[in-house]
């Protein structure tokens, strides 16, 4: 299977400060790299598709990229529903779907 | 707007059985494949399963490999999980998931709130 690893597991910030979460494959999947939002009690949330493209709805200051085997998630400016658990995935190995163990962003 | 409302969970013993269910509104649920992805107590999201979008495709993670079982009834717009021989470790909440094409083969654009399921003696 694709292993999917976050950096860092922890990450303690600040409202307006400028974040990045790392997510690195054991192998090449090209885009096949999607970001999720998950708040405690909440449904999960898709950020990010394709490793770049924004989901429908989700405020521009959250952007992707990456290919290949590292991908990034950035957030420009925290806003206080920031704070939560976010997840990489992969479907690049379909039907084989893997996820990152999350980061879990905390408020300083 | 898209809704998916998960149902069925609860406490059930080792060795028994359990069905969710996953009432869709708000999108034409025949075009899109469907997945179950859950999380057990201080982890994080595993997949579970997926089916296509007219029901001949099911795939499923090792971990419940030949005894959980997805299945749809596109009249009824509902998704379902059969969970048979359950263990200790399944104890987690489940959630459903819409994929983004009829295949599965694509990100999860929406997601259920979830329902726990706890197996415990």
């Known amino acids: 299977d694709i292993q999917l690893t976050q950096s860092p597991s922890f990450l303690s910030a600040s409202v307006g400060d400028r974040v990045t979460i790392t997510c690195r494959a054991s192998q090449g999947i090209s885009n096949y790299l999607d970001w999720y939002q998950h708040r405690p009690g909440k449904a999960p949330r898709l950020l990010i598709y394709a490793a770049s493209t924004l989901h429908s709805g989700v405020p521009a200051r959250f952007s992707g990229s990456g290919s290949g085997t590292e991908f990034t998630l950035t957030i420009s400016r925290l806003q206080p529903e920031d704070f939560a658990t976010y997840y990489c995935q992969q479907v690049k190995s379909y039907p084989r779907i893997t996820t990152g163990q999350g980061t879990r962003l905390d408020i300083k | 707007q898209v809704q998916l409302v998960e149902s069925g969970g609860g406490v059930v013993q080792p060795g028994r059985s359990l069905r969710l269910s996953c009432a869709a509104s708000?999108?034409?649920?025949?075009?899109?494949?469907m997945h179950w992805v859950r999380q057990a107590p201080g982890k994080g999201l595993e997949w579970v399963a997926v089916?296509?979008?007219?029901?001949?495709?099911?795939y499923y993670g090792d971990s419940v490999q030949g005894r959980f079982t997805i299945s749809r009834d596109n009249s009824q717009n509902t998704l379902y999980l059969q969970m048979d021989s359950l263990r200790v470790e399944d104890t987690a909440v489940y959630y459903c998931?819409?994929?983004?094409?009829?295949?599965?083969?694509?990100?999860?654009?929406?997601w259920g709130q979830g329902n726990l399921v706890t197996v415990s003696s």
């Open positions: 998931a819409k994929a983004g094409d009829s295949s599965g083969y694509s990100w999860f654009d929406f």
């Open positions: 089916i296509s979008y007219e029901g001949s495709h099911k």
């Open positions: 708000g999108f034409t649920f025949s075009n899109y494949g």
